[in-house]
């Protein structure tokens, strides 16, 4: 072997890939000239969807191409509609293509979602599949999350599946906001509250109460368990409504566990923060002195948000006033 | 192969253990010419990896192989090798099953079967077993890849990772005697949170220790009053007390009653970051050495290998072979082939078997058939201990209170098969006595990963070759271009 092996520098790897951008960009042009005139002239045809999906597949983000399809579709359906489940398969594959090249292009969701409701015959296995696929890469992919409720609506999928698969989604990793909202959506839906106060059926509550606590101990930084926590325990479905004291001793509970935490992590302003609002909602009045404190400290640990902590704090001085005093 | 052997060249590395391959293959990068020799007929000296028939061979040889002297060509200076030094030893073997199959279906080994739910599961036999050999990986020193150790940079930079499968490790374990059973060692955020036998405040205290000591190297001024004490200390001081210290000592930390502080947090730092696999596996030709040749001056010159007289300016052996050496201590091993799984679900699955009586611990290393380890349907497992009398004897209470090796099948335990018990020897090279061209390098010792037998090389590396850098990183192929070839192309499109 007499030839030496050398390895290319940058200027020549910079020449290489300019041609290669300037190859690309005239098959480009030529496509887009031939869609247009082909649409002009009323051609909505296999030719048509052929081309589109060569640029789509390079470039999934051109709305109009997808549009271009979307009437092409709606052609076919009107007119031959037995054909119709054949254009919508290839429309699937294409979209799953293009999602896999951008993940988080709206179109191709979009579309996918678009496309189903024209076939009659979905394998809606097949789409689970995908999303759970997409959401195992992206855990936090939001056009993901909705086309996941589009299928499951579609689908008449029951949703204790889907509560289950948030529960294995927190399993993994319980630092996903989605994860804890897409809960969040189902269950008061699959175990409602019976009496008309609280957000969940009572034996649920405590079991979300508990698993939130784990996250929460386990993480005292993970914004999302907080939120969780808070949507478990503030969200009311009337205002004020401490007459009911079965939740009340739920509150007292939590506020237990939150002075555990605090001990452990007295600087830690979620935990301060939890603290505060808990107090709030058992008994305004009568801890406002001891919440003021926590507002203070919070001011303290927590600076760059101290104007929260002072409109919270003038909250609370309101709330004093406003409340009557309970016999 | 290897007639024609340079010589004079640059390094002679006889043996194929790991650190001798290590640093030949990074010295190959960096041009220099390299001659790896070694008498065996596989590569891998006491790294090896095995199918079922060739472990036996080799075994079995060893204890039948004798040296052929040649002494012709030794001068009294020259350092005599000796060949039949027995770095794996001890080796004993044991079946548990039957020769022959069991030709009729009894009604009752069916219903048997069945009540326990599962499906019909193949009965192995000893023939059936060994006609399936090549499906058999048995390794002598299966070890670990922490995903931030320094086998990995190794593995990255050179580009050998290419031409590599990895496993994650699914689950660490330790085994509590006095329940009999195996708990799950939680070491990630996931295992902590989701672990149902530790408390809440547990929960936070461990995970806080565990972030202190991944976080180390960032925050120094955190941990200046344990630096120089020893890991207990730290502990104590952050309040982890019964199960979760367990955990962290006999699991993650890997340390006993006086491991010192950084050794216990380094280990830490490698477990935390969780996804391990099992690797093995060397290169090599096929040569008998004989003697290192010194010269006047006391460096060592080259090596008569076959009778015929080989220079270089460095030597390294490996350290079974170091005339030099002695025998410091053991590893006690046992290799068994199960018919299920010690945990549920697990892929590779370690776990600790903690001593009570200030003994070593036990380690346990289980791979499924995922890993090419063996048929599917079996398991393999290692056990790995210090040497205290023979592998038999040190691995006789573990294995009797994990599996079940008699002739009632116990519903809970796994079976055992097959078994081999063997010891490898653990060797000291003394300081100086060697001429300082020629390199000791030492076998596989008792610890999990390669990371210390990294750092071996890269240093009998930065010896012989200071400044020169140790596995660079490898081009792109894309970007390395033969000449006179496309180079005029690129240059004549306008």
């Known amino acids: ?327 | 192969m290897g007639e024609d052997i340079p010589s004079p060249c640059d390094l002679i590395v006889v043996g194929t253990g790991l650190v001798e391959s290590i640093v030949a293959s990074a010295a190959s990068r960096i041009g220099k010419q390299v001659v790896h020799l070694d008498h065996r007929d596989f590569y891998g000296s006491s790294w090896a990896t095995f199918s079922f028939n060739s472990l036996k061979n080799t075994l079995g040889l060893i204890d039948e192989f004798k040296e052929h002297t040649t002494q012709s060509q030794k001068e009294a200076s020259d350092l005599n090798i000796s060949l039949n030094s027995k770095a794996v030893c001890n080796a004993i073997e044991k079946w548990f099953i039957l020769d022959e199959c069991k030709t009729e279906n009894d009604d009752s080994h069916q219903e048997c079967e069945a009540s326990r739910g599962k499906t019909s599961r193949i009965t192995w036999t000893k023939s059936e077993l060994l006609k399936n050999s090549r499906k058999f990986n048995f390794d002598l020193s299966p070890k670990l890849l922490y995903s931030r150790g320094e086998m990995v940079e190794v593995l990255i930079n050179s580009g050998i990772c290419r031409y590599a499968e990895f496993k994650n490790v699914s689950g660490i374990y330790t085994f509590d005697a006095s329940e009999g059973c195996l708990l799950p060692v939680p070491c990630s955020r996931a295992d902590v949170f989701n672990s149902k036998d530790i408390s809440m405040v547990e929960k936070r205290l461990l995970m806080k220790v565990l972030a202190m000591c991944v976080d180390y190297e960032n925050k120094p001024e955190e941990f200046k009053e344990y630096e120089s004490g020893n890991f207990d200390n730290f502990l104590n001081a952050h309040k982890i007390q019964g199960k979760i210290r367990k955990y962290l000592v006999d699991s993650v930390a890997m340390a006993n009653d006086s491991t010192n502080f950084q050794d216990a947090v380094k280990n830490v730092q490698k477990i935390c970051a969780k996804c391990s696999a099992v690797f093995g596996g060397v290169y090599c030709l096929k040569r008998n050495t004989e003697n290192i040749i010194i010269g006047s001056d006391g460096q060592a010159i080259g090596i008569v290998s076959d009778n015929q007289k080989l220079m270089a300016r460095f030597i390294l052996i490996e350290d079974c072979l170091n005339p030099l050496a002695i025998i410091k201590s053991g590893i006690s091993r046992a290799i068994l082939i199960t018919d299920r799984s010690i945990t549920n679900n697990d892929q590779v699955a370690i776990i600790t078997v903690p001593s009570a009586n200030g003994k070593d611990p036990v380690r346990i290393l289980e791979l499924s058939a995922s890993t090419m380890a063996c048929p599917p349907g079996l398991y393999v497992v290692h056990l790995i201990t210090r040497q205290v009398t023979t592998a038999v004897e040190d691995l006789r209470e573990v294995i009797d209170a994990v599996f079940c090796s008699g002739e009632k099948e116990a519903l809970d335990k796994p079976n055992i098969i097959w078994s081999l018990h063997f010891n490898i020897n653990e060797y000291d090279s003394p300081e100086g006595k060697l001429p300082s061209n020629v390199y000791s390098c030492p076998g596989p010792d008792l610890f999990l990963d390669f990371d210390d037998h990294v750092i071996k090389a890269r240093n009998i590396f930065q010896s012989m070759y200071p400044g020169e850098d140790f596995l660079p990183k490898v081009p792109d192929p894309e970007d390395v271009v033969l000449e006179d070839s496309s180079e005029d192309i690129v240059q004549e499109n306008p």
């Open chain 1, 1 to 327: 072997m007499h030839g030496r092996l050398k390895v290319r520098t940058t200027a020549e790897q910079q020449e290489i890939k300019a041609k290669e951008r300037a190859k690309k960009l005239a098959v480009y042009k030529v496509a887009m000239d031939r869609i247009f005139s082909k649409r002009k002239s009323g051609e909505l045809d296999d030719e048509i969807l052929k081309i589109t999906g060569q640029v789509l597949t390079e470039n999934p983000d051109i709305s109009t191409l997808w549009n271009i399809r979307k009437e092409t579709i709606v052609k076919i359906k009107n007119t031959t509609p037995d054909l119709v489940d054949n254009y919508v398969s290839k429309e699937l594959t294409l979209t799953e293509q293009c999602i896999r090249v951008n993940p988080k292009s709206y179109n191709s969701w979009f579309h996918r979602s678009w496309v189903l409701d024209k076939g009659s015959n979905i394998d809606f296995q097949a789409e689970f599949l995908l999303c759970d696929k997409c959401l195992e890469l992206d855990e936090r992919n939001f056009h993901c999350w909705d086309y996941r409720r589009i299928i499951v609506q579609m689908s008449k999928t029951p949703l204790e599946n889907e509560l289950q698969f948030s529960t294995n989604k927190i399993t993994k990793n319980f630092s996903n906001y989605s994860s804890w909202h897409y809960r969040s959506e189902l269950l008061p839906r699959i175990y409602p509250s019976s009496s008309g106060d609280t957000l969940l059926d009572d034996q649920k509550l405590a079991e979300e109460c508990n698993l939130i606590q784990n996250a929460i101990f386990t993480d005292p930084n993970d914004q999302s368990a907080w939120f969780y926590q808070r949507w478990l325990l503030f969200t009311k479905k009337e205002t004020n409504s401490t007459e009911n004291s079965g939740f009340l001793s739920v509150l007292n509970d939590e506020l237990e566990s939150c002075q555990q935490l605090r001990d452990l992590e007295p600087n830690n302003k979620w935990v301060i923060l939890q603290v505060c609002e808990l107090l709030r909602r058992i008994d305004s009045l009568g801890n406002k002195k001891e919440i003021l404190q926590l507002v203070s400290q919070l001011t303290k640990v927590d600076p760059l948000r101290r104007g929260y902590y002072a409109y919270l704090g003038s909250k609370i001085e309101e709330e004093k006033q406003k409340k009557t005093i309970p016999e």
